[in-house]
Each structure stands twice: as C-alpha cells, then as structure tokens.
C-alpha cells in the first residue's frame, strides 16, 4: 500500500540548515506530483512546496523562496527538502503528501517531522 | 496574498448536521477539497472537487460549492468526527492555498 515516510527534523539554530526526507512505498514518484506542506505546533496546514511529476517544475509558498529547495531521487523514490537560513517562524510539522493525478487534492499523506528552529 | 476563510469552530449535537464553510473570492473558478485532521494524527483527504467523496469515506460527508463559497457538511455526526476541518483552494498566483481551519465539537 502506499505510504510516505518522513526524517531528517530536529533542533537547529536560526540560519542553520536541514534537509528533509520523504520515503515512498507502493508507488513511483515519477507518476505523481509531491508536495510539502507544515504545520506549526498549534496553527493550521499552509503549503510550502511542490515537484511535477516528471520533475521539471518546482513551486514554493513566497516566505519560503531562495531558502527551501524540493527535489528527488528516482532511484530512492524519495523526495527532498533542503532548508537553508532558517528563521524561527520556520519551526513546524513538515509533512510530504502525494497529489492526486490531474486533481487539485492530496491522497496521501505522512506523519511528518517536526523542525524546530531556536537559539 | 489568497486567503480561504472558515469558522473557528462549529458545535454539534450527536446525530445532527454540521456545515463548515469556507470563503474565498477565487473560490468560484477553483475546485475545492477537504480534510479531516484528528488530533495528533496526519490530514485525511474526505472530499476533492467540491463534492466527490473517496471510497473509503462515510457517506455522511459530503461537498458542495456555491459562487466564491465551498461547504463542508457532516449528516448524522459521530463522536468520532470531532477533529479539525481544512478546505484547500488552488489558484494560479499563490498556488495551493488552505483554509484557516474549523474545529468540530460533537456535543
């Protein structure tokens, strides 16, 4: 069945950096379009980022432009975040989900890991 | 930047109907999705394009969208579906864009 598996989060200091991971299972990430979306601890869901299905297009949420990338590696069939300068207002719950071929919608979704950013 | 509005909360009697709203001035030319997150757990998708329902939802949820204004109703709510609601829009400048969020108290 399909699942997604996240890593990487931890403590960092602002202006430190992470890179995330997102381990999929029972699909291949060159058929679908995977996002990341955060949480910060209390707050609602927003958007961070997104990777086409066949690799070639990124977006990001504005706050997070020039300092987050997303990418993958087909072989692994996992997806990336790399955090650069991170701020505090960065601390969440990041979470990978998978986009519903041709549907603005996501089916699936990981447990996420949690990235705190304080001095 | 695009925003999506919802109620804070919505309380509800077991077995009565609770609708979430969610408002959005572009919500009329984008298809809207809905997720429940249970507390401590990950976001579940309940309903896509406004009113399609995945295999594995109750039948008790269901979607709707009227103009700039989508809606989520729950018939006959259970103990079981007090969690936190999201709609979700996409729209072409900010992309993909969440509601502020509802939390649904069964009573």
């Known amino acids: 069945q399909v699942q997604l598996v996240e890593s990487g989060g931890g403590v960092i200091q602002p202006g430190g950096s992470l890179r995330l991971s997102c381990v999929a299972s029972?699909?291949?990430?060159?058929?679908?379009?995977m996002h990341w979306v955060r949480q910060a601890p209390g707050k609602g869901l927003e958007w961070v980022a997104l990777?086409?299905?066949?690799?070639?297009?990124?977006y990001y949420t504005d706050s997070v432009k020039g300092r987050l990338t997303i990418s993958r590696d087909e072989s692994k069939n996992t997806v990336y975040l790399q955090m650069d300068s991170l701020r505090p207002e960065d601390t969440a719950l990041y979470s990978c989900?998978?986009?519903?071929?041709?549907?603005?919608?996501?089916?699936?979704w990981g447990q996420g890991t949690l990235v705190t950013v304080s001095s | 930047s695009y925003e999506l509005t919802q109620p804070p909360s919505v309380s509800v009697s077991p077995g009565q109907t609770a609708s979430i709203t969610c408002s959005g001035d572009?919500?009329?030319?984008?298809?809207a999705s809905w997720y429940q997150q249970r507390p401590g757990q990950s976001p579940v998708l309940v309903i896509f394009?406004?009113?399609k329902r995945p295999s594995e939802i109750p039948e008790r949820f269901s979607g709707s969208r009227s103009g700039n204004t989508a809606t989520l109703t729950i018939s006959g709510t259970q103990a079981m579906d007090e969690a936190d609601y999201y709609c979700?829009?996409?729209?072409?400048?900010?992309?993909?864009?969440f509601g502020t969020g509802t939390k649904v108290t069964v009573l």
């Open positions: 989900a998978r986009k519903i071929s041709g549907i603005y919608a996501f089916d699936h």
């Open positions: 394009q406004d009113d």
């Open positions: 029972g699909f291949t990430l060159t058929r679908y379009t």
């Open positions: 990777i086409s299905y066949d690799g070639h297009n990124r």
């Open positions: 979700l829009a996409w729209d072409i400048s900010t992309l993909y864009v």
């Open positions: 572009k919500l009329g030319i984008s298809y």
